[in-house]
Every structure is written in C-alpha cells, then in structure tokens.
C-alpha cells in the first residue's frame, strides 16, 4: 500500500485552472495506476481521470479537453491540470492508487476541496 496526501484546490472563479498534486510514499509508485476521483455534495464519487502504470491515461467525458493527468514516477506525484474549470466541477478531489496486479484501488488520500464560483 502507498499513503496519499493531495494539495492544490482551492476556490477559483468559472473559467480559470487549478493544477492538483498527489504525493505518493513508497518506493514502488511506478507499478501503481493513480486515479483522481470527485465527489460532489449529495452524490457518490465519480471517476475523473487515470494514469495507469504504463503512463496510458484516460478522462471522463465531462472533462475531456480541460484536464490533463500526468505523473512524476522520479518525484512519486501525480497532477492533475485542470483548465477551463466550471461550477459543476466543484467537489472534493481524492487520488487513488491501484497496484498493477490488483482490480481495484486500495489506496486513497484524504481528499482536497475544489470549489468553482460562477
């Protein structure tokens, strides 16, 4: 397992960027795929973006085009760029991570609050 600390949200007006980190412990984080999950009031958490092991990447729809998922194996982050931000992508943003071998992620942090005013 890998302990996650995620930085970088904040309130920000509709139309502007954030760029959120996710800090990974552990010397292993290449093997592991890093997921970015939200969760807005009311509703479960969704799926954002993912950056598998092999560096192949992929986006929910809503934010195709605004996002963009990289990571630093070297420095044991993951970013998330966010760009174009709306006021439905207000939630909190958590970061998973799943081990190559294993279905599911197994690892979350604690989550960083993104709130965007219109």
């Known amino acids: 397992q890998v302990q996650l600390v995620e930085s970088g949200g904040g309130l920000v007006q509709a139309g502007a960027s954030l760029r959120l980190t996710c800090a990974a412990s552990?010397?292993?984080?290449?093997?592991?795929?890093m997921g970015w999950f939200r969760q807005a009031p009311g509703k479960e958490r969704a799926f954002v973006s993912t950056?598998?092991?092999?560096?192949?990447?992929n986006y929910d729809d809503s934010v195709k085009g605004r996002f963009t998922i990289s990571r630093d194996n070297a420095k044991n982050t993951v970013n998330l760029q966010m760009t174009s931000l709306k006021p439905e992508d207000t939630a909190v943003y958590y970061c998973?991570?799943?081990?190559?071998?294993?279905?599911?992620?197994?690892?979350w942090g604690q989550g960083t609050q993104v709130t965007v005013s219109s």
């Open positions: 998973g991570a799943r081990h190559r071998l294993d279905a599911s992620y197994g690892s």
């Open positions: 552990g010397r292993t984080f290449s093997s592991y795929s």
């Open positions: 950056i598998r092991w092999d560096g192949s990447t």
